[in-house]
């Protein structure tokens, strides 16, 4: 008996996977000290975590940080502290970390975009975009890309499986590590409502609009007890919180938007907007609409918005959403849209 097409590509995928993610973690490894160089984010952001592995403390200052204050969520800290208290409390440890962090949100990413668009083949090709060297950039730097990328591919990958509500509560969770994905958070929850409230689950009955498992409901109330104690603990130190925002605000007030869109991230994101407007424009007239509701417009609205987040940042470190997880998941969500085309052209053909 012969073994059905898609059957024989797993372990070419499998394969693909595991040379991605040794290539990653190699070409980490390999540059640790070079690219980039050592630098004040690999203390600023190692500290607390340190001190929380160590002490058992987690203080809101971080040493150098602009007028003494510095505020970012809390998830990056508690996160990178759990190995630092199982693996020994060093530098190393923690770059050692986020190389494999980094390493395996790409094998993730890459294993969501398999399902989403319907393609191992061009999936794992999109997927040279993840050894591009923005993404070894953010594996070699303590800071919270890379678990914001781990996250990220997580939510698509539970995106590509319908689990939606599951899916928008790790990009909630995100929120807690940092603010990158806040907007796309909302765009995609808010997409996934209208889609379920005008455009149905046929399969889920005509009371219930969208399938929600158990295990979904308990993710969700873990985020949300998650960010519940995030903002108690904002509320403790709501006069720093405060005036670190309103430091945030002045720093960024100052960037000329032209400025800002001129350069190659941003140039980047009026693309992707445009491609983005030529995809809604090819399935207005189309029986397309429903599947581009309910599988692309989520998804395109959250890259979008972090794209959007990382051009307005002049940050190098969020070169890796802009010249690697968002077009690489852009990529995707274009061969799906062509899919859906061709297999509603094809139908309609058979029906003349």
């Known amino acids: 008996m012969s073994i059905p097409a898609?059957?024989?590509?797993?372990?070419?995928?499998?394969?693909?996977?595991?040379?991605?993610?040794?290539?990653?973690?190699?070409?980490?490894?390999?540059?640790?000290?070079?690219?980039?160089?050592p630098n004040e984010d690999d203390a600023r952001f190692f500290l607390p975590s340190w001190e929380l592995a160590v002490h058992g403390d987690l203080r809101p200052l971080i040493l150098n940080a602009a007028q003494g204050l510095?505020?970012?969520?809390h998830g990056f800290y508690v996160f990178l502290a759990i190995f630092l208290h199982l693996f020994g409390p060093t530098v190393s440890v923690a770059r050692t970390v986020m190389q494999v962090t980094t390493a395996l949100a790409a094998v993730i990413l890459t294993l969501g975009h398999a399902r989403l668009c319907g393609s191992r083949g061009f999936?794992?090709?999109?997927?040279?975009?993840?050894?591009?060297p923005s993404v070894i950039f953010a594996a070699n730097t303590i800071r919270m890309e890379s678990l914001v990328f781990l996250l990220y591919a997580l939510a698509v990958?539970?995106?590509?499986?319908?689990?939606?509500?599951?899916?928008?509560?790790?990009?909630?969770?995100?929120?807690?590590?940092?603010?990158?994905?806040?907007?796309?958070?909302?765009?995609?929850?808010?997409?996934?409502?209208?889609?379920?409230?005008?455009?149905?689950d046929?399969?889920?009955?005509?009371?219930?609009?969208?399938?929600?498992?158990?295990?979904?409901?308990?993710?969700?109330?873990?985020?949300?007890?998650?960010?519940?104690w995030e903002g108690i603990v904002i509320l403790g130190h709501l006069h720093l919180f405060r005036l670190h925002m309103a430091y945030q605000a002045r720093r960024k007030s100052h960037r000329s938007l032209i400025t800002l869109l001129f350069r190659l991230r941003g140039l980047f994101l009026v693309g992707e907007s445009v491609l983005f407007a030529l995809m809604v424009l090819s399935i207005r007239h189309t029986n397309?609409?429903?599947?581009?509701?309910?599988?692309?417009?989520?998804?395109?609205?959250?890259?979008?918005?972090?794209?959007?987040?990382?051009?307005?940042g002049a940050e190098t470190s969020y070169n890796v959403y802009s010249f690697a997880i968002v077009p690489a998941t852009?990529?995707?969500?274009?061969?799906?849209?062509?899919?859906?085309?061709?297999?509603?052209?094809?139908?309609?053909?058979?029906?003349?």
């Not at 510095?70 to 969520?73: D, L």
């Open 123 to 132: 999936a794992a090709l999109s997927s040279i975009l993840l050894l591009s």
């Open 330 to 352: 852009f990529f995707c969500l274009l061969y799906l849209l062509e899919r859906l085309n061709a297999s509603r052209a094809l139908v309609a053909q058979e029906t003349i």
């Open 288 to 312: 397309a609409v429903r599947p581009f509701v309910r599988e692309i417009l989520p998804l395109a609205l959250a890259v979008l918005s972090l794209q959007a987040y990382a051009a307005s």
């Open 6 to 37: 898609r059957a024989r590509s797993w372990p070419l995928f499998a394969a693909a996977l595991a040379g991605l993610f040794c290539a990653i973690l190699l070409l980490a490894r390999s540059t640790a000290l070079t690219f980039p160089l």
């Open 202 to 228: 046929a399969e889920a009955g005509t009371r219930a609009r969208l399938r929600i498992s158990q295990w979904e409901w308990a993710v969700l109330a873990l985020v949300a007890a998650l960010i519940l």
């Open 70 to 73: 510095y505020w970012v969520p």
């Open 157 to 200: 990958l539970l995106h590509a499986y319908e689990a939606r509500v599951a899916a928008a509560s790790v990009l909630a969770l995100s929120v807690l590590v940092h603010p990158a994905l806040a907007l796309g958070t909302i765009l995609y929850a808010g997409s996934v409502a209208v889609g379920a409230f005008f455009y149905p």
